[in-house]
């Protein structure tokens, strides 16, 4: 497959793809090995899984930096769930996480 990554539109036709969203895509099984959970909050002992949260797949070399192979590679892919996934892109934009502070489980 042909893409370039450093295009926006490239990125989002290789999202909406088979191979990343198929039945068998690189998605469903970086999910499926991770056992359905955010691998960070796993790390600190929370349980975040599919059915509490929105999980989505983090390229831990980031997808404009990729080539093909690297996009689809399941050791360049974690799944995290949607709060966790924004913080490593620090989408909060300065904005403090009301749950900081709050004691985790």
């Known amino acids: 497959m042909n893409?370039?990554?450093?295009k926006d539109s490239e990125?989002?036709?290789f999202y909406k793809s088979s191979a990343w969203y198929g039945v068998?895509?690189?998605r469903n099984r970086a999910v499926s090995r991770d056992n359905n959970e955010c691998v960070w909050c796993k790390e600190e002992g929370?349980?975040?899984?599919n059915q509490t949260a929105t999980l989505e797949v983090d390229h831990i070399k980031e997808l404009k930096h990729c080539t093909y192979e690297e996009a689809i590679?399941?050791?360049n892919l974690r799944t995290l769930c949607s709060a966790c996934h924004n913080m490593r892109h620090n989408r909060f934009n300065g904005k403090k996480n009301k749950w900081a502070d709050d004691e985790k489980w």
Do not use: I
């Open 3 to 6: 893409y370039d990554f450093t």
């Open 11 to 13: 990125r989002k036709r």
């Open 24 to 26: 068998n895509g690189a």
């Open 46 to 49: 929370r349980v975040t899984t």
């Open 73 to 75: 590679d399941l050791n």
